[in-house]
């Protein structure tokens, strides 16, 4: 890619500021006067002291320090604060907020040190500079104080307790305080106070407080306490000391570390109450300590009541000791665990203010009050403070929620359309992603925003946040339009990235309709190839393209192999352009720059003189100071004489003269006079034609040359000549004119050059026209009427016709008409598909089928709905005769997913080319057409349905479960629609179903309908259907939204009992049980699909057969059978009897015998028988 692309930032510096020495010179830059600007290096070290301002004078281009190091504003103890690491204008006063801070990142050096006992805690400090950059005293006035704590014991003193057991804890006390006093001797003498206060309370079965922190003077005191000797309530005591000692009036101070070291021999009686007890000191972040003596904490049960006595963890919190007389042997561990909690919080937090930084970021609310940040606040959570001009505290300290997140890091302050001040702050560690808090004046978090939230947006599916992006490292507040309200905020992630490129810019609008909630709406990024932290620094200085709309500015301090890269950004109406429009290099500005980006002036003053912005940019050791070059538009004009090509008598062989005024008209947008440029133009002739008609000299149509312009109408004429033949009288000659344009340097801007827009348009095409003869007069007036109707519709019916045909007409009732042609608007949801020219109907119409009466038309669709599509028809081109009619139609394309409105509105205007028109012209027609969308909901039977169910005649008792389940199926639309579900639910004066209370889900009780016919029994006999014309009906309303291709059940269940069948007279007969449903929906908006042009929802149904059948008594028939069986088979047996079938058988088996017994020897002796 291109290095540089200049459009208005002059890339020769004008003024350049630098100091060899001071390699961090630049890291901040503000343009506070049109007279100097104001310069930071946080990291130079002179003695004890790191960091200094510069006052650099732009007359002179030297730069001369700010005296504030050494000055009164300065107390003593405030060394080492990098002074400058942020600086910031207050947009309603000639002051600045400078703030001292240490740095605990990679960016700066050290902060402010305070050395307290086990650590160096860091602070920091702001100054107010007033237009004479004289120094206020510091914000806050001293330094934060090391922590305090205040230490109270509660000894045993219970009857269990010898006098000298009792000595031995009282002196182990003193010892523990005289060697906590030694400490705090030794941190006084190096003015760095770490003070501890003491109390001394015993308890047995009441509880004395002996000595309050605002009444301990020595540790005689200690030895005066007389020994209480009674039994031993432990929790009673800790509730008292919380309640009465660690109080302001007993001397507790609110913000001292609070520790309470608990001595007992023995478990309490009041154990129980031990919990609540240690959740009452809890509540108020008291550390305590459970020193148990003795062997009573030898057994589980003790043990634990120490460790629900002291805090956690109770390896640090819980002590044991054989007796008394080694207590001595843990003291040394007791005392520094309790000195580890000066650095260590009971409120979760391993800090507070040890580390905060005061005053990483710095800006002013809308009181003029300033509002520092402090990065290293509470683990690092960070957060705010509000100060007054006297370094008195506004409010409360606004700590973040998040550990490690940096809040603070980056700050800015925006007001907004609903009059409100927010304060927004960077927190780019937050959850390793990065933040940004947005709070009102009131400190109440108001906003959160954060890649995460980016990342659920449907519209931004495909962003994935990252971890360790550093989102919320630079905030921008944009005023577009230079009124008092914030229109964008800017938020850079300089280490995000996206294949080759690193950092990105994400753009929010603070709309004027929404309360307050900012809202995403787009990123910028740099140019590929490029690993350069975009974003690290960002400022809206000022309108740098004179459109009245404040610019954008964003550093890339990494680009070009750490030379650094800045982008220029142009404003628009609500945003910002989503291409730069201008990316300059450290290298086209200077040699050997470093870091170029690595600040930039949040306001862009006219130092020059010029009426024009100038732009202060810092890098590694240096400030630039760049200038805007002005601005100007071109306008050019070309005229003819004679402005038409006469075409009378005219020879095509003679060429007729012309000749051709150039007009360059430069105007400047800045209001700077004294500019001038260079011109160079080509003219063409007949451009668009390959065998041109027109040219200068010796068939030569290009001619090209030069003009110096200023401020001013600037023309220069050409002759030239033209071969003019009538056959051509409706193809102008089409000129082309191009230009570039070259900035001259101006003495008086110290040669800055002028320069046009990048959007500037820099060829034009200039018609010359033939005249056209037209009568007498040499005039044609035509009189046109056009009219269009919709082939036979009334209603456009979306989903079921295909396509639309307008039917336009349009008749010349006066002289030849040129160029006609006919636009017809049509509405957003249509597409062209072809024009149709109709039957001919003319005056003349040999003549009207001619090639005049062709219909030419093209057409654009619309694609957004606030436009309209436009079809434009070329008629009968390129003469439209007189009395000649074209009748044509217009095929449009109907989407049958297409959402248009109610009405469709169509305009059809007529116009020509001709220089005047008749007053009885019709030009205009404008008509609407209804739109109705076509729906097809099925209303059916589902398969689970019951289909039959019978029932004996005369029993009356009985009943049978039916459902009856419709199948509502939605097939082309979404739309909403009430179900009528219609039930019989009772026939004469009989239920037909048990359950008197029906329902179905997802229905209300709309009415019950009586039937029309009253003669019931007549009506079944005719037609046996149980239907709502004989019986009452329940009528159930289900409102439903249907999605397309959605079904939904609807489910009539009960039992049907029998008793109704009764009243009908009948024994035997099969009923028809019915149910309905009918479609209800807005019919001024839809209209039923259906295969007739009735287009009528139809009517579902449901039909359970119910069956009567009389019952059957078989008696007589049983009898019958029996006695009829019996006679039968007495008479089969006569007739065997007769037929001598018992006899034969009976002489067969005689003879078988007979042969059988003379076989085996005894055949006489049967025939002797």
Known sequence: PQLVLAFNVDLDPWKHFTQRQNIAFGYKVVQKDTESVIVSDPLIQIQNQRGKLYRCTVSSGTCSPIQINGTNALPSEAVNMSLGLSITTDPKASKLAVSYTGVYSQVCGPTIPKNCEQYTAYNGMCFILNSKNNPSEPIPRTLRDCPKTDIAFLLDGSGSVSRRNFIIME????????????????????????????????????????????????????????????????ATAIKKVVDELFT??????????????????????DRFDLPSAAEQAERKKIVRYAIGVGDAFSTTEAENELKTIASDPDNTHVFKVNDFSVLKEIQKTLEENIIAIEGTQASGDSTRMEFAQDGFSADFDSNGDIIMSAVGAYQWKGGYQKYNMQGIAQNSFQKGNSNESYLGYSMTVAKTYNDQFYIIQGAPRDNHMGAVIISDNKDSVVQTLSPLEMKIRPSHHFFQPQIGAYYGAELCVVNLNSDKFADLLLVSAPLHNEGDQEGKVFIYTFPADSGYQVQYLMSVKGIPGQKG?????????????????????????????????????????????????????????????????ISLSQSALDHSGDLLPDLAVGSKGAVLLLRSRPIVDVQTTVTFSPSKIPIRDTDCNSPSKNTVKLCFTMTSKTGVTDLSAKMNYSLKLDAKRQSYRAFFSEKNRLLSKTIDVSLK????????????????????????????????????????????????????????????????????????????NFSGHSVIQVGIMLDMNVTVSIKNRGENSYNTRVILMYPFGLSFRRSTTKEARAIFLSRFLSEQGRVECVSVDSDERAKLGETICYISKPIFKNNDLAIFDVTYSINKDSNLDRLMNFIATA?????????????????????????????????????????????????????????????????????????????????????????IQDCIVDKVEQPTITDFVAALKKQPEVNCSVAVCRVFKCAARLNKIQIKYYNISGNVSSGWIEQTGLQSAVFELVSTAALDYNKTTYIYYSSDSVNIAPIGKINTQVEVYEEKFPLKETIGGVVGGTVLLALITAVLYKAGFFKSNYKKMLEEAGAGAEADGTGDNLNAE
């Open 533 to 597: 932290r975009f974003g690290l620094t960002l400022a809206s200085p000022a309108d740098l393209n004179g459109d009245n709309l404040v610019d954008v500015v964003v550093g890339a301090p990494l680009e070009e192999n750490n030379q650094g890269s800045i982008y220029i950004f142009n404003g628009r109406n609500a945003d910002i352009a989503p291409t730069f429009s201008q990316r300059i290099t450290g290298s086209s500005v200077h040699n050997g720059l470093q870091f170029f980006g």
């Open 911 to 999: 116009s020509s080319d001709n220089d005047k028109h008749s007053p009885e012209n019709e030009l205009f027609r404008q008509k609407s057409i209804e739109v109705k969308y076509a729906i097809y909901v099925a209303m059916t039977r589902h398969e689970n349905s019951t289909i039959h169910i019978n029932f004996t005649a005369g029993k009356n008792d009985l009943q049978k479960p039916v459902q009856q389940i419709f199948k509502v199926a939605n097939y082309l639309r979404d739309l909403s629609v009430n179900i009528f579900i219609r039930v019989p639910i009772k026939l004469g004066v009989k239920e037909i179903w048990t359950n008197n209370n029906m329902q």
């Open 171 to 234: 002196n182990f006390v003193i010892s523990m305080i005289n060697e906590f006093k030694d400490r705090d001797f030794q941190a006084c003498a190096e003015k760095s106070l770490s003070i501890q206060y003491f109390a001394v309370a015993q308890y047995s079965d009441i509880c004395q407080i002996h000595i309050q922190f605002n009444t301990f003077r020595s540790t005689d005191q200690i030895l005066a306490i007389q020994q209480l000797r009674q039994t031993t309530y432990t």
């Open 713 to 788: 109408e600037n023309c220069i004429n050409h002759d030239f000549s033209i071969e003019a033949c009538p056959n051509d009288a409706l193809n102008p000659i089409i000129n082309e004119l191009v230009y570039t344009f070259e900035g001259l340097p101006s003495k008086q801007l110290e040669n800055l050059r002028p320069i046009l827009p990048p959007n500037t348009r820099n060829a034009t095409d200039y018609n010359l026209d033939f005249e056209i003869n037209c009568g007498p007069d040499n005039t044609c007036i035509d009189n046109l009427k056009v009219d269009f």
């Open 248 to 269: 302001p009036r007993a001397g507790a101070r609110e913000n001292a570390n609070r520790v309470l070291v608990v001595i007992t021999d023995g478990q309490s009686h």
